[in-house]
């Protein structure tokens, strides 16, 4: 089976807690348990704060770190509120689907795993999750969206073994 997460160290701590098999995993969940083909791509850029606040400012005027932002490659968003989003596409048929990319900033989301009393390869991993759900059409914006996507969330952490993080 391909990679389906391709990933970019640019902050060295990354290398300490295991990133690419807690990316893979979860983004093998992720689609099986949408009932997704496995044959996808996602990029992820593992930074630091330094380098995601300016991605934050650039992408959503926000001048801050944070923790997970992403980059869908293609609007998949649902029609109404609380609704499914759109099935992602292969621009060639045969090859995997591009969903977009993801960047993670390394010194926020070791202060949240630590402020929450969990390990941050747990956090991580539903960073991992909460983002590639966004690049697949589902957002937080509204209630109803909201309530759709922390289910479908802890669901698949708890199919991960990993506790609900709300």
């Given at each position: 089976?391909?990679?389906?997460v ?21 983004a ?10 496995e044959?996808?791509?996602?990029a ?25 932002l992403?980059?869908?490659?293609e609007?998949?968003?649902?029609e109404r ?10 621009d060639f048929?045969?090859?995997?689907t ?7 900033a ?19 991993t ?6 590639i ?13 909201a309530a759709l996507?922390?289910?479908i969330?802890?669901?698949i ?6 506790p609900?993080?709300?």
């Amino acid at each position: 089976m391909n990679e389906i997460v391709e990933i970019v160290v640019e902050a060295e701590p990354w290398d300490t807690i295991g990133l690419p098999e807690l990316a893979e995993a979860a983004a093998i969940r992720v689609l099986r348990h949408l009932r997704l083909p496995e044959a996808a791509e996602i990029a992820l850029l593992a930074t630091d704060d330094a380098r995601i606040a300016v991605l934050n400012a650039d992408f959503r005027a926000k001048e801050t770190a944070t923790n997970v932002l992403s980059w869908p490659a293609e609007d998949l968003s649902a029609e109404r509120p609380g609704g499914q989003p759109a099935l992602p596409e292969a621009d060639f048929p045969g090859e995997p689907t591009f969903l977009g990319d993801i960047a993670l900033a390394w010194e926020t989301c070791r202060a949240e795993a630590a402020a929450a009393g969990k390990p941050v390869e747990a956090h991580v991993t539903h960073l991992i999750v909460h983002g590639i759900l966004h690049l697949l059409g589902y957002d937080h914006i509204c209630d109803e969206d909201a309530a759709l996507m922390e289910g479908i969330e802890v669901a698949i952490l708890g199919e991960l073994g990993l506790p609900n993080p709300y």
